[in-house]
């Protein structure tokens, strides 16, 4: 695994990501950190000639790293992020950590979530905007006396599951296409002691719902949205809603409209930098 670093002012996040939406040639992380003014960008690649083709563009350093659990490698661990009223996502890696994060944030569930291999620590937009839209949806169901349960496409880090069991959701599953976050899914779920949520290796784009489920959050990026939207709104059970991020502001329109033929009925549209979350019904 190759990384390729630089420090860059704030403000200019936004453009950072638009910069390197196109880029598939490896990932972009953003290292942001409340009341500073710099952030510090990462782009990792599994081989060297990406970040070289970045560097030549951006200045920055290059670097290798030995180790494939790149992530953690990130510069400084990540603040925890706080999700109205009920949660705390955290970098915690054990129990110790994970009593001393409840200590320290009383009357919160805590979501320990350690920068690992997986996208999904709670501090990108898209998460975060989901995380909020399914502790509201959570809540509704509550006050109504509904059970509830939710399905996480692109689950990542298993963060957004993991919430959802959290919230009181009966029945949760969780896939990914990619292997490297079904495990690392698993593990965070034993480490929340959310061991009733399931994940399996699931490529979104080839997928049959065999089940419906009443909250179906979508985090992937809009390619895959809109040629999943049919098997998407099919998962929703009747009276459920779906969630969706991923989407760059540029691309919500077309994304949306793609959507709306397979049946997506927009009910709300959260716009958080770039990144573009919505919610709502099918037919
Ligand atoms: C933006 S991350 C979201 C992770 C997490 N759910 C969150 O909200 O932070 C998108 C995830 O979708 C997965 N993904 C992308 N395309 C997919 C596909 N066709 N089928 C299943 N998973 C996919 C990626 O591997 C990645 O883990």
């Not at 990384?3 to 950072?16: G, H, I, P, Y």
């Not at 089940?211 to 040629?227: M, R, T």
């Not at 809603?241 to 397979?262: H, P, T, Y």
Request: hydrophobic share 45%; glycine share 8%.
């Amino acid at each position: 695994m190759f990384v390729w670093s630089k420090l860059s002012a704030s403000r200019s996040a936004d453009l950072w990501e638009e910069r390197f939406a196109e880029n598939k040639d490896g990932t972009l992380v953003i290292n942001s950190f409340p009341g500073r003014k710099m952030v510090c960008l990462e782009f990792y690649s599994e081989t060297q000639a990406p970040v070289k083709a970045v560097q030549k563009i951006y200045g920055g350093k290059v670097k290798h790293l030995k180790t494939q659990n790149w992530a953690a490698h990130a510069s400084q661990t990540p603040p925890p992020v706080k999700v109205r009223d009920t949660f705390v996502i955290c970098a915690a890696k054990t129990d110790a950590e994970i009593e001393k994060a409840r200590a320290k944030f009383p009357g919160r569930e805590i979501i320990a979530v350690p920068a690992d291999m997986a996208f999904g620590t709670g501090h990108h937009a898209t998460t975060a905007t989901v995380l909020r839209l399914l502790v509201d949806a959570a809540e509704e169901r509550q006050a109504a006396g509904k059970k509830w349960s939710m399905a996480d496409l692109g689950c990542g880090s298993g963060i957004l599951a993991i919430a959802a069991d959290k919230l009181g959701a009966t029945r949760v599953w969780g896939c990914d296409y990619d292997p490297a976050a079904v495990k690392i899914s698993k593990e965070n779920a034993e480490r929340n002691e959310t061991p009733k949520v399931r994940f399996t290796k699931v490529d979104v784009l080839k997928w049959e719902p065999k089940q419906q489920w009443d909250i179906v959050a979508a985090n992937i990026f809009f390619d895959v949205l809109e040629a999943a939207f049919p098997q998407l709104v099919r998962s929703v059970a009747p009276g459920g809603v779906l969630m969706l991020s991923g989407i760059l502001k540029s691309q919500a329109k077309a994304c949306l409209a793609a959507g709306k033929r397979a049946g997506f009925v927009v009910e709300k549209v959260v716009t958080k930098g770039k990144w573009v979350t919505a919610m709502g019904t099918v037919k």
